[in-house]
Nanobody, 126 residues
């Protein structure tokens, strides 16, 4: 079992920036992939970004490419989502995630991820 706690959400104007952090504890040696999902009211949970824990290979959903950056600090069992050029449609609860299974193809289905944080609210005003 891995416990995840995310932080860094808040209110920002369109065009602004925000940085999210995820702190993992517990059986962190089991982590193989880390990432971020988001969910807006009335909408499905949406994949945002993921990164292989060891190799560092990154995958983003198309809507955030060029604006968001995922990174991780293996020594601190921490990963981040730097969000720039924010748009109102980015408003959502953001969840950090971890996957314990080595995968050769990036996966975007929420049920494939083993560990979830509690969520942090990001609100982008126009």
């Amino acid at each position: 079992q891995v416990q995840l706690v995310e932080s860094g959400g808040g209110l920002v104007q369109a065009g602004g920036s925000l940085s999210l952090s995820c702190q993992a504890s517990g059986r962190t040696s089991e982590i193989r992939v880390v990432g971020w999902f988001r969910q807006a009211p009335g909408k499905e949970r949406e994949f945002v970004a993921r990164q292989a824990w060891n190799s560092g290979t990154i995958w983003y959903t198309d809507s955030v490419k060029g604006r968001f950056t995922i990174s991780r600090d293996n020594a601190r069992n921490t990963w981040y989502l730097q969000m720039n050029s924010l748009k109102p449609e980015d408003s959502a609860v953001y969840y950090c995630v971890a996957d314990h299974t080595p995968r050769t193809v990036p996966r975007t289905t929420p049920s494939l991820y083993d560990d979830w944080g509690q969520g942090t609210q990001v609100t982008v005003s126009s």
